[in-house]
């Protein structure tokens, strides 16, 4: 690996960036800012317009700012099926359903696949994490119409900090 020269002179590699792949097609740049901590990370290649895209191993995840106190440590989106119990109009109801991965002190977001209720309109979904590893999915019936339960699914976005 090239390293910055201890002298004011130059850089061991071209301009101070640290490019790798482009060989490939699809490369990327590690290129320094006039802050030393914060510099940039874009694709490279022979393209005018290239996108990049950043993604853990497996099921890993990505963690961003993870040294920071107010930074991202993760985004990590979920799939989750629940039932959604039978509600009388004007009510609510709270389920939980094991996420693993799921952290207390996040942001989390829902947004339901289909229709919550196929005939009444008016059923609204919010979540949040109560423990590690599980979602507390809250179903608001604000309809004047009572509903019987069913089978959804659902993706869950987590912003943790």
């Not at 130059?10 to 800012?33: C, D, K, M, R, W």
């Not at 829902?110 to 979602?135: W, Y």
Request: net charge negative; with cysteine; glycine share 10%.
């Amino acid at each position: 690996m090239n390293y910055r020269s201890t002298n004011n002179t130059g850089y061991t590699h071209h301009n101070g960036a640290f490019v790798v792949g482009v060989e490939l097609g699809s490369g990327i740049e590690l290129n320094p800012t006039s802050s030393a901590a914060t510099p940039n990370i874009m694709p490279a290649g022979d393209e005018a317009n290239k996108s990049i895209t950043i993604q853990g191993k497996g099921t890993g995840g990505v963690q961003i700012g993870a040294n920071s106190t107010s930074g991202q440590i993760l985004n990590q989106r979920y799939f989750v099926e629940f039932t959604v119990p039978a509600l009388s109009s004007a009510s609510s109801a709270e389920s939980t359903v094991t996420v693993l991965g799921l952290t207390t002190n996040s942001v989390i977001l829902i947004q339901p696949r289909l229709k919550l209720n196929s005939t009444v309109t008016g059923v609204h979904v919010t979540a949040r994490c109560s423990t590690a590893d599980e979602l507390v999915v809250e179903f608001h019936n604000t309809s004047q119409s009572s509903l019987s339960g069913s089978t959804q699914s659902a993706y869950v976005f987590q912003i943790a900090f």
